[in-house]
């Protein structure tokens, strides 16, 4: 199936709420008065729980009676969550901006817009069958029941509206821990939802979440019996936590997506293409572009060219600098990781950290780099991108592959040359691989396909949609109901 996502549309809605939001905004428009709050919450009221299994509870009798009712009905709880996304963009994405830090205002809204525009519902379920000498069967797409749903901070909103879209489309309910940072956003988009759905179908509990999210509500949901299956959204850490629980689990785990430039591309597109995908939410989506290999031969094209699409370049001192600032080593598992305090921090903030002034209006920060850079293994979550010049195509596939860390997530090349293209496709092994254009044109934006915000690479599922939270069951009549 192939969403189309307007994207004219969705510009000239972003461009004018952010002209609404008269004088007063930062660099990239982060909010300057606090929005509103979430209501407060009693337990089970709206679909906000604290205790696990009254979550549970509650989220199974509703799939009981989400079961029971029309798929009218269940298009039209879809529909309630879509409109919200659409018609409170700005406020939600102004709400998840103050609270948890991270990201860009104007890709907050413009991500609640596609998701209310563009992420695939109940249209998506097929029913296949097929007809014989020994009658008719049918092979549908049946609800798993409750599901346990754990969001990420990066997108705390658009996760848990993107899952509650597909999951609630293909007949389930969700209980959703999310995370500790992105909570009252969590609150106050469920909160909305819920009552949206109430009033139009008369169905509660669809999303039953968790208002105080711990480790051990995370375990409670793990394990509780009624939960049928997981689907966690995260870092390495709930990943592992998801593979060694007993249940089903559909994993959408870390990325460290690189980019290969080789010396057939056309530097003009490539440096915009990149200074984009790296800048967007200033650079915390997983499919975002993390670190550049690019062909000697052209290397400098594409440096210069990138200052003239919002990049800035810093000199080499100035790369060691920030990693001295915003990343550290962490000592139990060796790997490079993000000072909280800068990921999804605007580009000044980097700047400022290594006293530097930069240009208003400057989308990322880049620079060149060595193989041993600890910039290159980090998923740094924030709007810098390492560059290194390689020997050739061969030299720089090699490279993508050893930093992608086998996640099997993302990666992107630009080249002319279908053999490089191929070759890097075979050997970087990723569930997106995206050939000349942005990290999102892999989710349906500037490309074709559909989106979403869980991108299950550890456990296979890829890109999910309503169909991954689906089993399959087969309806077989013999002998019998072959009208032809
Ligand atoms: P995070 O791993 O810190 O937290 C993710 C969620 O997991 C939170 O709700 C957190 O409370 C929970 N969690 C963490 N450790 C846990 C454990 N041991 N047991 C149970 N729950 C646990 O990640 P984050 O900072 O919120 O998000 C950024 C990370 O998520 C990045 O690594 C990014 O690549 C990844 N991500 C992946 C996708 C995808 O589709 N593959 C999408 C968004 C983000």
């Given at each position: 199936?192939?969403a189309?996502?307007?994207e004219?549309l969705?510009?000239?809605?972003?461009?004018?709420?952010?002209n609404?939001?008269?004088?007063?905004?930062?660099?990239?428009?982060?909010?300057?008065?606090p929005?509103r709050?979430?209501?407060?919450?009693?337990?089970?009221?709206?679909?906000?729980?604290?205790?696990?299994?009254?979550a549970?509870?509650?989220?199974?009798?509703a799939?009981?009676?989400?079961?029971?009712a029309?798929?009218?009905?269940?298009?039209?709880?879809?529909?309630c969550i879509?409109k919200?996304c659409?018609?409170?963009a700005e406020?939600?994405?102004?709400y998840?901006?103050?609270e948890?830090?991270?990201?860009?205002?104007?890709h907050?809204?413009e991500?609640?817009?596609?998701?209310g525009?563009?992420i695939?519902?109940?249209?998506?379920?097929?029913?296949e069958?097929?007809s014989g000498?020994?009658?008719?069967?049918?092979t549908?797409h049946?609800?798993?029941?409750?599901l346990?749903v754990i969001?990420?901070?990066?997108h705390?909103?658009?996760?848990?509206?993107?899952n509650?879209?597909?999951?609630?489309?293909?007949?389930?309910?969700?209980?959703?821990?999310?995370?500790p940072s992105?909570?009252?956003?969590a609150?106050?988009a469920?909160?909305?939802?819920?009552?949206?759905?109430?009033?139009k179908?008369?169905?509660?509990?669809?999303i039953?979440l968790?208002?105080?999210?711990?480790?051990?509500?995370?375990n409670?949901?793990?394990t509780?019996?009624d939960?049928?299956?997981?689907?966690?959204?995260g870092?390495p850490?709930?990943?592992?936590?998801a593979?060694?629980?007993?249940?089903?689990a559909i994993?959408?785990?870390?990325?460290?997506?690189?980019?290969?430039?080789?010396?057939?591309?056309?530097?003009?597109k490539?440096?915009e293409g990149?200074?984009?995908?790296?800048a967007?939410d200033?650079?915390?989506?997983c499919?975002?572009?993390?670190?550049?290999f690019?062909v000697a031969s052209?290397?400098?094209?594409?440096?210069?060219?990138?200052?003239?699409?919002?990049?800035?370049?810093?000199?080499?001192?100035?790369?060691?600098?920030?990693?001295?600032?915003?990343?550290?080593k962490?000592e139990?598992s060796?790997h490079?990781l993000?000072?909280?305090e800068?990921?999804?921090?605007?580009?000044?903030v980097?700047?400022?950290?290594i006293?530097?002034?930069?240009?208003?209006?400057t989308?990322?920060?880049?620079g060149?780099?060595g193989?041993?850079?600890?910039?290159?293994p980090c998923?740094q979550?924030?709007?810098?991108?390492?560059?290194?010049?390689?020997?050739?195509?061969?030299?720089a596939i090699r490279?993508?592959v050893?930093?992608?860390?086998?996640?099997?997530?993302?990666?992107?090349?630009?080249s002319?040359?279908?053999?490089?293209?191929?070759?890097?496709?075979k050997?970087?092994?990723?569930?997106?691989?995206?050939?000349n254009?942005?990290?999102?044109?892999?989710l349906g934006a500037?490309?074709?396909?559909?989106?979403?915000?869980?991108?299950?690479?550890?456990?296979?599922?890829?890109?999910?949609?309503?169909?991954?939270?689906?089993?399959?069951?087969?309806?077989?009549?013999?002998?019998?109901?072959r009208?032809l």
């Amino acid at each position: 199936m192939s969403a189309t996502i307007d994207e004219t549309l969705i510009r000239d809605v972003v461009s004018e709420v952010l002209n609404r939001l008269a004088g007063g905004s930062g660099s990239n428009g982060s909010p300057a008065t606090p929005p509103r709050q979430a209501t407060p919450t009693a337990a089970g009221v709206d679909g906000i729980y604290q205790d696990v299994d009254q979550a549970v509870a509650a989220a199974k009798t509703a799939q009981q009676r989400l079961a029971a009712a029309t798929l009218k009905a269940r298009g039209e709880a879809i529909e309630c969550i879509r409109k919200i996304c659409l018609e409170q963009a700005e406020e939600l994405g102004r709400y998840e901006l103050d609270e948890t830090g991270i990201g860009r205002l104007d890709h907050k809204i413009e991500k609640l817009l596609v998701i209310g525009q563009s992420i695939p519902g109940m249209e998506m379920l097929t029913t296949e069958a097929v007809s014989g000498d020994n009658g008719l069967t049918v092979t549908e797409h049946a609800p798993y029941g409750v599901l346990g749903v754990i969001t990420p901070v990066t997108h705390s909103i658009p996760t848990l509206a993107c899952n509650a879209i597909m999951m609630i489309a293909a007949g389930n309910t969700l209980v959703v821990n999310p995370h500790p940072s992105g909570t009252r956003s969590a609150v106050l988009a469920t909160q909305r939802f819920s009552r949206a759905i109430r009033e139009k179908t008369g169905l509660d509990n669809l999303i039953c979440l968790i208002e105080k999210p711990t480790l051990e509500s995370a375990n409670a949901i793990f394990t509780h019996p009624d939960v049928e299956v997981l689907c966690v959204t995260g870092g390495p850490g709930v990943v592992a936590a998801a593979m060694a629980s007993n249940k089903k689990a559909i994993v959408a785990g870390p990325g460290n997506p690189p980019v290969v430039v080789d010396e057939t591309a056309d530097l003009e597109k490539a440096a915009e293409g990149i200074v984009f995908g790296a800048a967007y939410d200033n650079n915390v989506l997983c499919i975002g572009e993390k670190e550049v290999f690019v062909v000697a031969s052209v290397a400098d094209g594409l440096l210069d060219a990138m200052g003239r699409h919002g990049g800035y370049r810093l000199t080499g001192e100035q790369v060691e600098a920030l990693a001295r600032a915003a990343i550290h080593k962490d000592e139990k598992s060796g790997h490079w990781l993000a000072n909280k305090e800068f990921v999804g921090k605007d580009p000044d903030v980097l700047a400022r950290a290594i006293g530097l002034e930069i240009p208003k209006g400057t989308q990322l920060l880049y620079g060149e780099v060595g193989e041993d850079s600890p910039w290159l293994p980090c998923e740094q979550m924030m709007p810098f991108l390492p560059i290194m010049r390689c020997r050739n195509a061969d030299e720089a596939i090699r490279l993508a592959v050893k930093f992608e860390h086998g996640f099997g997530h993302t990666a992107v090349c630009w080249s002319r040359n279908v053999e490089t293209m191929t070759k890097m496709g075979k050997a970087v092994d990723t569930t997106l691989f995206v050939k000349n254009g942005p990290c999102m044109a892999g989710l349906g934006a500037g490309g074709e396909g559909f989106g979403s915000y869980s991108i299950a690479s550890p456990t296979g599922e890829g890109i999910t949609s309503p169909m991954t939270y689906t089993r399959v069951r087969r309806c077989v009549m013999v002998d019998n109901l072959r009208i032809l």
